[in-house]
């Protein structure tokens, strides 16, 4: 069963993305609320998926990623940035920062689902 | 699948509610000093960012369309874009309030387009206006950026069956999709498989992004953009010591040429912003205080209830091994269960402590208030908090936000004058409002503040004589303090005229009667010309209280502690009877206390006649006293409040109950219950005795 990290600081997004994730097949999903909270949930477990908001406080979702890539374990877990903006910027960003891919916000569960089982088929 | 949005709608309203207070009591503070950090405009950013994705989420498309602009002007700010003019944070709040009346109308399904047209046209001017810089400074150059076509950002998500392509974008109208990869770098990763031993290796090397699926449209992939590595974009912070210099040269020339959109789609920037470095070392510092989860509050009560049941147990134990014949047996049964009762209280504590919270969380609604309040009255005013991290009893904020929003309201109204009478009275201009909070003698001391006009007592006291709240005689017997107390009963308004904000007579006795009801106390001073200061006492808690056991008859009752003034044994010439015969009164240092005999009220047989054969225990509630007659009191504990209503029903005279250490219940008297019942009496006697 893949362990999964969502990190939001919405707690009604966090439950959206808990709530599609679980009805996908998705049960161990691992909630946090921010970079810092999601980076300090990410050390003490070995997910094999992080899905991340952008805009958090505390600790920026790209931020987090970078943090993520540089530790050993997460170097080549797949990391998908929730984001409300589709601009070149943000994937430019979303891509630098060292992201697997980008889910568009709000987001329909059956496109999630797909993003997510093909990055965690790959 | 799909959601149900409804559910999501009532959490993104509280959530909204939260955003709303942060975002608008930074913007109040710029406008009051002028500026605006970068934090804090980070701050604004984010809370309205997210307020438009997850209103977009769930499904209040014209909530998000607006939201969308006021964003789009906080991240211009954000990003110096456009530069912070103190007029600003007015058109910002103003924004704020409209984005609260679309969401209040689309949530209630009550929104036409063209209703959210003329709703938001004059804000969206003003907005879009400041975001283009055509409205700034003249002296401060702008950097205009191309204007951004106000796009709905919610396009036909669900309504679409080609699952919800934004294919109005106009930034990206290659790549219509929900979601995409970053071409893969697994591939890459593996014939790179060792270097990640080697930070500077790592570094060094630059992945190749190419595309590797491209299954349906629903996929969109980089094969054009220059990448970075993630350690690579870490330099550019000086994050990591060790650099590879050759590298970090092109990254510096990509930040320079980033601040120009064109060339930014083309080229690619270092991801990390210097202000979100310094946002997330300050949240590395912070990180042990962000350790907080959200709990009901049922929980919490739920907790402290089954340690309630744990200190009664205790009890229970203590008193059945008094009963253990062995001493030696016996003493070392009960030495350690004093000590399971010390960590019982230890655990008692650590729990109060998680109900408590800081003062804050009240006092962050007023700023808004007295700000809207202020400018529709033409007032100038000053508010100021004292005590921000006092801390209060969750239980107690619901209570309390109602009454001190009603006395601040108020004090803008009646207390303040406009600034021309204010310069008139040799007063300066700005009006000053301050709110307090303390903890002292067991006990919470809020105090609400104001330099205005202050209560005309006289005026007040005239007209509860004219209503007939009071007689003649307590007119006259009355102290000026006592009198401006009345504007606390029903219907008592020096309000000449009935003005908006407040002034109905109505509120100032439900503010009373809710103070009461969370067991506090009032107390009002005023100076015609100087201003009011109105003190409101709480207990801590309203979990466990000290109390006083008292015998009544062969019932045994708990009073609370904190009400009671005095007591004593009466001598026949202190008790004078009025009226027909059945009122008492105690005469104490030349007052008369109306009596109150506790077997009456709750139909007990009375085990004397004569009042100077019990003992009288004097309790009070406001300025109101009354002497309970009881039989004699017992011994002093604390008790754990379990309400009443909750469990059984309400009962008069009765506030609560609780368990006792032998299991049986107890029963708390409701002091302010009884002097309601003692004055009733008392009024139905002087209507009585005006009518014959």
């Known amino acids: 069963m893949a362990k999964l990290l969502i990190v939001d600081d919405s707690t009604m997004l966090r439950d959206m993305l808990n709530y599609a994730l679980n009805e996908g097949g998705y049960t161990d999903v691992t909630e946090a609320v921010d970079g810092v909270d999601g980076l300090a949930k990410a050390n003490v477990d070995n997910f094999d998926l992080i899905i991340t908001d952008v805009n958090m406080p505390n600790m920026d979702g790209l931020t987090l990623i970078g943090e993520l890539r540089k530790i050993p374990q997460y170097s080549k877990k797949p990391i998908l940035v929730l984001t409300t903006e589709r601009s070149d910027e943000m994937k430019t960003k979303g891509k630098a920062s060292g992201a697997t891919g980008w889910i568009v916000k709000p987001f329909v569960p059956d496109q999630l689902l797909k993003a997510v089982n093909i990055v965690l088929s790959r | 699948m799909s959601f149900d949005i409804s559910k999501y709608r009532e959490m993104f309203i509280e959530e909204a509610e939260e955003l709303f207070e942060s975002a608008d009591n930074v913007?109040?503070?710029?406008?009051?000093?002028?500026?605006?950090?970068?934090?804090?405009?980070?701050?604004?950013?984010?809370?309205?960012?997210?307020?438009?994705?997850?209103?977009?989420?769930?499904?209040?498309?014209?909530?998000?369309?607006?939201?969308?602009?006021?964003?789009?002007?906080?991240?211009?700010?954000?990003?110096?874009?456009?530069?912070?003019?103190?007029?600003?944070?007015?058109?910002?709040?103003?924004?704020?309030?409209?984005?609260?009346?679309?969401?209040?109308?689309?949530?209630?399904?009550?929104?036409?387009?063209?209703?959210?047209?003329?709703?938001?046209?004059?804000?969206?001017?003003?907005?879009?206006?400041?975001?283009?810089?055509?409205?700034?400074?003249?002296?401060?150059?702008?950097?205009?950026?191309?204007?951004?076509?106000?796009?709905?950002?919610?396009?036909?998500?669900?309504?679409?069956?080609?699952?919800?392509?934004?294919?109005?974008?106009?930034?990206?109208?290659?790549?219509?999709?929900?979601?995409?990869?970053?071409?893969?770098?697994?591939?890459?990763?593996?014939?790179?498989?060792?270097?990640?031993?080697?930070?500077?290796?790592?570094?060094?090397?630059?992945?190749?992004?190419?595309?590797?699926?491209?299954?349906?449209?629903?996929?969109?992939?980089?094969?054009?953009?220059?990448?970075?590595?993630?350690?690579?974009?870490?330099?550019?912070?000086?994050?990591?010591?060790?650099?590879?210099?050759?590298?970090?040269?092109?990254?510096?020339?990509?930040?320079?040429?980033?601040?120009?959109?064109?060339?930014?789609?083309?080229?690619?920037?270092?991801?990390?912003?210097?202000?979100?470095?310094?946002?997330?070392?300050?949240?590395?510092?912070?990180?042990?205080?962000?350790?907080?989860i959200r709990v009901n509050l049922d929980k919490i009560d739920l907790l402290m209830n089954?340690?309630?049941?744990?200190?009664?147990?205790?009890?229970?134990?203590?008193?059945?091994?008094?009963?253990?014949?062995?001493?030696?047996?016996?003493?070392?049964?009960?030495?350690?269960?004093?000590?399971?009762?010390?960590?019982?209280?230890?655990?008692?504590?650590?729990?109060?402590?998680?109900?408590?919270?800081?003062?804050?969380?009240?006092?962050?609604?007023?700023?808004?208030?007295?700000?809207?309040?202020?400018?529709?009255?033409?007032?100038?005013?000053?508010?100021?908090?004292?005590?921000?991290?006092?801390?209060?009893?969750?239980?107690?904020?619901?209570?309390?936000?109602?009454?001190?929003?009603?006395?601040?309201?108020?004090?803008?109204?009646?207390g303040l004058e406009t600034p021309e009478e204010r310069e008139a009275s040799g007063k300066t201009d700005i009006g000053s409002i301050t709110i307090s909070a303390e903890q002292a003698n067991g006990q919470m001391i809020i105090t609400i503040e104001d330099d205005g006009r202050g209560i005309n007592v006289e005026k007040v006291a005239l007209k509860a004589l004219d209503q007939g709240q009071i007689d003649e005689n307590q007119y006259n017997n009355m102290t000026d303090n006592e009198k401006a107390m009345l504007v606390f009963g029903a219907g008592v308004s020096t309000a000449d005229q009935i003005s908006e904000i407040s002034g109905r007579g109505v509120g100032m006795d439900v503010v009373k009667t809710n103070i009461q009801k969370l067991g506090g106390d009032l107390k009002l001073d005023t100076k015609l010309g100087e201003g009011t200061v109105l003190t409101i006492m709480l207990p801590l808690t309203l979990a466990i209280l000290d109390g006083l056991d008292i015998a009544v008859s062969d019932q045994k009752y708990i009073l609370p502690l904190s009400s009671i003034v005095e007591s004593l044994q009466p001598t026949s010439d202190m008790i004078k009877k009025i009226g027909d015969g059945t009122q008492d009164l105690l005469m104490l240092r030349e007052e008369f206390i109306p009596i109150v005999r506790i077997h009456q009220l709750f139909g007990l047989e009375s085990s004397f006649e004569n009042l100077e054969d019990g003992m009288l225990i004097v309790v009070k509630s406001g300025n109101t006293k009354v002497a309970l007659s009881i039989d004699e009191f017992l011994n002093q504990h604390q008790v754990v409040v379990k309400p009443l209503d909750k469990n059984f029903r309400s009962v008069e005279g009765i506030g609560a109950a609780t368990v006792r250490g032998d299991g049986s219940i107890g029963l708390i008297l409701d002091v302010v219950g009884i002097i309601n019942a003692q004055m009733n009496i008392e009024k139905n006697m002087n209507k009585a005795r005006k009518a014959s």
């Not at chain 2, 912003?273 to 042990?288: N, V």
């Not at chain 2, 340690?307 to 030696?328: H, P, R, Y």
């Not at chain 2, 010390?342 to 007023?366: A, G, L, N, T, W």
């Not at chain 2, 400018?375 to 100021?384: C, D, S, Y």
């Open chain 2, 27 to 292: 913007l109040l503070e710029a406008e009051n000093n002028g500026s605006l950090t970068d934090e804090e405009m980070g701050q604004l950013f984010r809370d309205v960012h997210t307020l438009k994705g997850s209103g977009a989420s769930v499904e209040l498309k014209l909530f998000a369309e607006f939201t969308h602009d006021v964003e789009n002007m906080m991240d211009k700010l954000r990003n110096h874009k456009i530069e912070f003019i103190p007029e600003m944070a007015g058109v910002l709040i103003d924004g704020l309030d409209v984005m609260k009346e679309i969401l209040d109308l689309e949530v209630a399904e009550n929104l036409t387009r063209e209703t959210f047209t003329e709703m938001t046209t004059a804000s969206l001017e003003e907005i879009r206006a400041y975001s283009n810089g055509t409205v700034a400074k003249k002296e401060e150059p702008v950097i205009i950026e191309t204007p951004v076509t106000c796009t709905p950002v919610v396009d036909e998500v669900l309504d679409n069956d080609n699952f919800g392509f934004f294919d109005d974008d106009l930034n990206n109208k290659k790549e219509n999709k929900s979601y995409g990869i970053f071409a893969d770098d697994i591939d890459k990763d593996q014939n790179n498989f060792g270097f990640f031993d080697d930070d500077l290796e790592a570094v060094s090397d630059s992945f190749e992004y190419t595309p590797i699926d491209k299954e349906k449209e629903n996929f969109g992939f980089f094969d054009d953009v220059p990448s970075l590595t993630p350690d690579a974009i870490m330099k550019t912070n000086n994050i990591e010591q060790k650099e590879n210099t050759s590298i970090e040269v092109p990254i510096k020339e990509t930040a320079v040429i980033a601040n120009n959109k064109e060339e930014v789609s083309s080229v690619s920037r270092p991801t990390v912003p210097r202000a979100s470095r310094e946002t997330k070392e300050k949240a590395i510092k912070k990180a042990s205080t962000n350790n907080n």
């Open chain 2, 306 to 414: 089954n340690v309630g049941d744990l200190v009664i147990t205790n009890a229970m134990l203590t008193q059945f091994s008094s009963t253990i014949e062995d001493s030696k047996t016996r003493n070392s049964v009960l030495e350690r269960l004093e000590l399971l009762e010390r960590h019982i209280r230890d655990m008692q504590d650590s729990i109060m402590s998680i109900r408590m919270v800081p003062m804050e969380s009240i006092y962050s609604k007023f700023p808004k208030v007295v700000r809207d309040i202020s400018k529709k009255l033409a007032k100038k005013v000053e508010f100021k908090h004292f005590g921000d991290n006092v801390e209060i009893d969750k239980a107690m904020i619901e209570g309390l936000t109602d009454p001190l929003m009603h006395i601040i309201r108020n004090s803008l109204d009646h």
